[in-house]
């Protein structure tokens, strides 16, 4: 039986995932879900002080997100998920190095609302992508303060209201482990994330 410190070392060295094969993903979806049987919060979404703060991403499946560290010039930094329960926001933050003073940040904002007792529904609402020395960045909870501020930001700001339709439609995300400092949720389009709350 696999236990969360054996699933973190597993976890270990992966690039969220940038680094695996098959084998590795087949592994590590079996660690999951052995993890996900013994989930110590059975109704996560009313456990707001858990799933309230900013996560760290660890591990995705996401395409959308290791699609990033894809670039030839550009390497993939941290990537964030900030939620705030009080205003039912998620803010997904993933910041890129590569060629000096061009350092990046990637921003998507979304409303949530609950349709379960695991399962969210998500809006996206806006796209940044921005240089860190423009916008200013230099942390998650600092983007999140300009993005909210209204002041107008030096990066490329898209309403993602005014995207095509494929962009406007909501998606889920299930929540399906959740403690002090991990969470495990598996997305509508197949993908699965494992967070650290830091």
Do not use: H
């Amino acid at each position: 039986m696999i236990g969360k410190l054996e699933l973190l070392e597993r976890l270990s060295g992966l690039n969220r995932g940038l680094l695996t094969n098959e084998s590795d993903r087949t592994a590590i979806q079996a660690a999951i879900a052995q993890l996900e049987d013994r989930n110590p919060t059975a109704r996560p979404l009313e456990a707001a002080e858990l799933l309230e703060g900013n996560w760290r991403l660890l591990y995705t499946t996401s395409q959308d997100l290791l699609g990033l560290g894809r670039f030839p010039v550009v390497q993939l930094g941290q990537i964030y998920q900030c939620i705030r329960t009080q205003s039912a926001q998620i803010y997904n933050i993933a910041e890129l190095t590569g060629l000096p003073l061009l350092e990046s940040v990637v921003s998507v904002s979304a409303q949530f609302r609950p349709v379960s007792d695991k399962r969210v529904e998500v809006q996206f609402k806006r796209s940044v992508i921005g240089l860190q020395r423009l916008l200013p960045y230099d942390s998650p909870n600092q983007l999140i303060d300009l993005l909210n501020s209204g002041v107008r930001l030096k990066a490329i700001d898209v309403a993602i209201e005014a995207q095509p339709e494929r962009a406007r439609k909501p998606g889920w995300l299930d929540v399906t482990y959740l403690d002090q400092d991990l969470r495990i949720g598996r997305g509508n389009e197949g993908s699965l994330f494992v967070l650290t709350k830091f």
